[in-house]
C-alpha cells in the first residue's frame, strides 16, 4: 500500500512540474512574439581577419627593399664577429636564431629571464628606447652586467640602429641543458 501511494504521489509532483513548465514555455512564446525576429548579419557585417601571420613568420621573412635593411654584427664570447642584415621591426634576438647565432632566448622573449644578455657596443645604445622597469629588474639578475648591459629580446630594429653591434656576454644563466644548442622553432 505504502509503494502505491509513492508512485501516485510522485505522478502527481512530475505531473505538476510538467503543467508549469508548459505554463512557462506559452508565455515566453506569448512575449517573444513582440519582439522582432533575429536576423543575421549582412554579409558586409560578417568578421572580416587580415591574413594570418604565424608565430614567427616575420622574423623569417627577407626584407622587401634595400631601405628597410638593417645591418647588425654579433660578436661572440670568443670575439668571432658575424654579420647579418636584418630589416626594421626584427627583434635581434629572433633574428641571432635565424642566422643561427647562439643567443638562447629561453623564455621565448616574454621577458621572463636573462639568456638573451647583450652588450650594445658604441654610440647605438643611446639611440635605444630606455628600458623599462621589469626589463631593469631582470638585467638586474643578468651575470656580467654592464652599463650597456640590454635584453635581445626587448631591441627591435629601426632604420636608426643600422650598423649596430651586440657583444654576448662571456655566460649567461643558461636555462637549457648544457651543451644544448638554442634552434628556432
Same mark, same amino acid.
Not at 626589463?135 to 629580446?153: H, K, Q, T, V, Y
Given at each position: 500500500?505504502?509503494?502505491?501511494?509513492?508512485?501516485?504521489?510522485?505522478?502527481?509532483?512530475?505531473?505538476?512540474?510538467?503543467?508549469?513548465?508548459?505554463?512557462?514555455?506559452?508565455?515566453?512564446?506569448?512575449?517573444?512574439?513582440?519582439?522582432?525576429?533575429?536576423?543575421?548579419? *549582412?554579409?558586409?557585417?560578417?568578421?572580416?581577419?587580415?591574413?594570418?601571420?604565424?608565430?614567427?613568420?616575420?622574423?623569417?621573412?627577407?626584407? =622587401?627593399?634595400?631601405?628597410?635593411?638593417?645591418?647588425?654584427?654579433?660578436?661572440?664570447?670568443?670575439?668571432?664577429?658575424?654579420?647579418?642584415?636584418?630589416?626594421?621591426?626584427?627583434?635581434?634576438?629572433?633574428?641571432?636564431?635565424?642566422?643561427?647565432?647562439?643567443?638562447?632566448?629561453?623564455?621565448?622573449?616574454?621577458?621572463?629571464?636573462?639568456?638573451?644578455?647583450?652588450?650594445?657596443?658604441?654610440?647605438?645604445?643611446?639611440?635605444?628606447?630606455?628600458?623599462?622597469?621589469?626589463?631593469?629588474?631582470?638585467?638586474?639578475?643578468?651575470?656580467?652586467?654592464?652599463?650597456?648591459?640590454?635584453?635581445?629580446?626587448?631591441?627591435?630594429?629601426? =632604420?636608426?640602429?643600422?650598423? /649596430?653591434?651586440?657583444? /654576448? *656576454?662571456?655566460?649567461?644563466?643558461?636555462?637549457?641543458?648544457?651543451?644544448?644548442? *638554442?634552434? *628556432?622553432?
Amino acid at each position: 500500500v505504502d509503494g502505491a501511494k509513492t508512485n501516485i504521489s510522485c505522478f502527481i509532483i512530475t505531473s505538476k512540474i510538467i503543467k508549469m513548465i508548459r505554463l512557462m514555455l506559452r508565455q515566453f512564446r506569448n512575449i517573444s512574439h513582440n519582439y522582432p525576429p533575429i536576423r543575421p548579419l *549582412p554579409s558586409s557585417r560578417w568578421m572580416h581577419t587580415t591574413n594570418t601571420l604565424l608565430h614567427g613568420e616575420y622574423e623569417w621573412q627577407d626584407p =622587401k627593399s634595400d631601405d628597410e635593411i638593417v645591418r647588425v654584427t654579433y660578436i661572440d664570447k670568443d670575439g668571432k664577429r658575424t654579420e647579418v642584415k636584418g630589416k626594421v621591426g626584427d627583434n635581434v634576438l629572433y633574428l641571432a636564431h635565424r642566422y643561427g647565432i647562439e643567443m638562447e632566448g629561453a623564455c621565448e622573449a616574454s621577458l621572463a629571464c636573462t639568456t638573451c644578455h647583450v652588450y650594445v657596443i658604441g654610440n647605438h645604445f643611446d639611440q635605444l628606447p630606455e628600458a623599462d622597469e621589469k626589463e631593469d629588474d631582470l638585467l638586474d639578475m643578468a651575470p656580467f652586467l654592464r652599463e650597456n648591459s640590454r635584453l635581445g629580446c626587448q631591441i627591435v630594429l629601426t =632604420k636608426e640602429l643600422d650598423g /649596430l653591434e651586440l657583444q /654576448l *656576454p662571456s655566460a649567461t644563466r643558461n636555462f637549457y641543458v648544457d651543451g644544448h644548442k *638554442p634552434k *628556432p622553432h
